[in-house]
């Protein structure tokens, strides 16, 4: 009975497709097919081979797992065979020998129920067996001298792909690390700066507590004017950024008032302390509160930006940051979070709303 679910021609179209992909860069046209052809061939012979041996009572992962590891070593084998120096008339000689050799270490192993790692050791270990002896052999027929046989025998693709595969891991590896750095390094530096607005708003409080006189409010100005003439007080010494932010909760008409009470010279002298105190207390509900750290409260925020600015100023407000950060307010355009720890999205996206 076949091996249910082995398609064996599906699988040796899919590791010759593979190859294409894989092949090195700089060998020439006909050792490129050479290659390809080559892994082809050898699986589609030896994915038959097992398909139709009833005896062995494989499963479908079993009879994959052999005929992989005949598809990649024809790969890896017929590359180094094009980079020894060895003509191409001699190269199939060889690959058969190898071919030949990890099918039947493969069918053994099977049969002795070896553990897979186990026999992955023994494929290699004979592999490397005939591939030496082959070109032994060549040299003994002199059919290559003693250069082109350690030149052949120095040849082993597999180590460099395991070599640069490593050396690609660690690049990344030290990317990241430094990427994280980079970003340690900006969410301190937004912390800072959030810092010492945090400071500038005690300092203003101060400011108004130690304001003189009484609590009445002087002839002529309206409860609404003291409560805007008291923001103004503390506006005063903050940033623009915040100013900025601050206004935008108003209507037009009040945020003009307010800048107007800014620019008087005179103006702590038409308020008090504890009226100061009293008319922000009252103020409280319409100036910005601090919002829980959550994903959902972060991309409602950032959507927020978005519905009263483009993402073209936002972009533009972000545009030396690192590009995780460029990654993050993007996905929030478009209603994802993204990839950021929590607080310093959180530190990120305070930074963009008061920088707008």
């Keep these: 009975m076949a091996i249910e679910g082995f398609d064996y021609k599906a699988f ?14 700089g060998l020439k046209d006909f050792e490129k097919e050479y290659i390809v052809k080559t892994l082809s061939n050898f ?36 590359i180094d065979l094009i980079h020894s120096g060895i003509l191409p008339q001699y190269w199939d000689s060889i690959m058969q020998k190898i071919a030949f050799t990890i099918f039947e270490i493969a069918k053994q192993g099977h049969i002795r129920k070896v553990p897979q790692d186990q026999l992955l050791q023994a494929v290699e270990h004979h592999v490397v067996r005939v591939y030496k002896e ?3 052999e060549l040299q003994k027929k002199g059919i290559i001298d003693e250069e082109i046989k350690n030149l052949a025998e120095s040849q082993s693709n597999i180590d460099a792909m395991a070599q640069q ?20 390094e900006e969410s301190s530096r937004i912390a800072e700066e959030r810092h010492k607005q945090r400071e500038a708003e005690r300092e203003a409080k101060k400011q108004v507590k130690r304001a003189g006189g009484g609590t009445a409010s002087p002839r002529g100005i309206t409860r609404k004017d003291l409560k805007l003439m008291s923001l103004a007080l503390v506006l005063k010494i ?7 932010t601050i206004l ?8 003009l008032m307010i800048s107007q009470y800014m620019n008087m010279a005179d103006l702590e002298s038409h308020l008090d302390g504890d009226l100061v105190t009293g008319c922000l207390e009252e103020m409280k509900d319409i100036l910005p ?68």
């Design 12 to 25: 040796a179209q899919n590791m010759s497709e593979q190859a294409v992909q894989l092949v090195p860069e």
């Design 43 to 78: 699986t589609m012979v030896a994915g038959e081979a097992l398909y139709n041996d009833e005896s062995l009572k494989l499963t479908a992962d079993e009879a994959i797992f052999i005929t992989q590891i005949i598809a990649e070593w024809s790969f890896h084998k017929s």
């Design 134 to 136: 082959s070109i032994e």
């Design 165 to 184: 595969v490593q050396a690609e891991q660690q690049a990344e590896q030290a990317r990241q690390a430094e990427e994280q750095k980079a970003m340690a």
């Design 238 to 244: 903050l940033s623009q950024d915040k100013v900025t």
């Design 248 to 255: 935008n909760k108003f209507d037009s008409n009040d945020s």
């Design 289 to 356: 509160t601090k919002r829980k750290l959550t994903s959902e409260n972060i991309v409602k925020a950032m959507l927020e930006v978005y519905r009263i600015t483009s993402r073209e100023k936002v972009e533009k407000i972000i545009k030396n940051e690192r590009p995780r950060i460029k990654k993050f307010a993007s996905a929030t355009y478009d209603g994802e979070f993204g990839e950021l720890p929590l607080r310093v999205a959180g530190i990120v996206t305070e930074y963009i709303e008061e920088s707008l």
